[in-house]
């Protein structure tokens, strides 16, 4: 049996802790003020991420799927109202909208990027349609501009997209609301956590009272004119995450220029195309890799056995989404662009990028090794 073509690790996500984030942990620790209604940490941490997308306000929250709960919540969406949402994405996109009481409508995605197809959203628009929430995969933000142009808010699932641009404006400032994750595996991780961000005051002012158990901003305690809930962060995992903002630039330019080496060292491999970003994206965040397998050019081998081989050459590949559209709590009919996936599309995840270039000749010499071993033992059914 040969040696597999990687026997080194991949690096760590999260990576170690900064001497800031030790301290800014330890101050809160040693104040005593843990929680976000006590200390100072997630409203300072909410304004700097705000800042930095280009949004005039931001409201932290427990995590990603709360924080697009409360978006919905914020402008209006409730019981019996229609959310639109695309078929390849995280079973969170159409959970936070039937946690909001309201039914995920599922559209198909584009073949070419696997993106939100704004003309299927269209078409499943009707009398309940009450807001659209594309989702920014990999990445690399949706077409917002043909989403805004069906007049329904925008609800941003930008929950892969920490610093990605779309005609160098950031994602989380092209709707109405733009959502955010901080959960482990995101380019800024506290463990668990969200954010919602957006310009408009109103929204703002909603979206405050709700994550903080219908309290109004100017009254009182125990005063709670609307109905609520104890969605916020605390003042730990904001203490984790404001460091990381000066970071993500980096990492970013990083993960970009791994991304490059990988598709280059891919041109060898038959039947291993990469899968690009919607035409006006200027910054890629890369979260995700996406590549597309044609298991004619591996002998008949379906993904599965690929996503094996890979694996067992010290190269561990993700399967991707299954189709929100086989979900029983979607609506909308069959996706078959986003079906088709589930078959055919392999990921490369963040940390994976965060290698040298090394590493991604590795992904692709991996790739023609089981190819030439599949081809050697064609797939007999």
């Not at 990687?6 to 301290?23: I, K, L």
């Not at 994405?89 to 009481?101: E, K, M």
């Not at 008949?300 to 561990?316: C, D, I, N, T, Y």
């Not at 590795?362 to 064609?378: G, N, S, T």
Request: aromatic share 6%; proline share 8%.
């Amino acid at each position: 049996m040969t040696p597999p073509v990687r026997t080194e690790g991949w690096p760590q996500w999260p990576p170690p802790a900064t001497d800031e984030q030790r301290e800014r942990l330890l101050r809160v620790l040693d104040g005593g003020r843990w929680g976000a209604t006590a200390g100072s940490e997630t409203e300072s941490f909410a304004a700097a991420f705000a800042r930095s997308v280009g949004a005039a306000h931001g409201v932290c929250t427990a995590n990603g799927t709360v924080a697009l709960f409360l978006a919905l919540r914020a402008l209006g969406v409730g019981p019996d109202d229609e959310v639109i949402v695309p078929a390849y994405t995280f079973a969170a996109s159409a959970t936070a909208v039937v946690l909001a009481g309201a039914r995920p409508v599922v559209a198909d995605v584009l073949p070419d990027t696997l993106h939100l197809d704004p003309e299927a959203a269209r078409r499943l628009m009707g009398p309940r349609t009450r807001a659209v929430m594309p989702v920014h995969l990999a990445g690399a933000p949706a077409d917002t501009e043909a989403l805004k142009s069906l007049g329904i808010p925008v609800v941003e699932d930008a929950a892969q997209a920490h610093g990605a641009r779309r005609h160098g404006r950031a994602a989380g400032s092209l709707g109405d609301a733009g959502c955010f994750s901080f959960q482990s595996s995101k380019a800024m991780t506290a463990g668990e956590g969200g954010i919602v961000v957006t310009d408009d005051p109103e929204t703002y002012e909603r979206l405050w009272s709700l994550h903080n158990v219908g309290r109004r901003r100017d009254g009182g305690w125990y005063e709670h004119p609307e109905v609520g809930w104890n969605l916020r962060m605390t003042e730990f995992q904001a203490a984790l995450l404001h460091p990381q903002l000066p970071l993500l630039g980096a990492q970013t330019e990083h993960r970009a220029a791994r991304a490059a080496t990988l598709y280059r060292a891919l041109e060898e491999v038959e039947g291993l195309e990469p899968i690009g970003p919607p035409a006006g994206t200027t910054r890629h965040t890369w979260h995700l890799a996406m590549l597309r397998y044609d298991p004619v050019a591996f002998a008949g081998h379906p993904k599965a056995a690929f996503l094996r081989a890979m694996s067992a050459e010290g190269v561990p590949l993700d399967a991707g989404y299954r189709s929100l559209s086989r979900e029983p709590y979607t609506e909308g009919g069959p996706c078959p662009v986003a079906e088709a996936a589930e078959g055919s599309v392999v990921w490369v995840r963040q940390p994976m990028l965060m290698a040298d270039d090394a590493a991604m000749g590795d992904i692709a010499r991996a790739a023609l090794e089981v190819q030439r071993a599949f081809r050697r033992h064609p797939f007999a059914r």
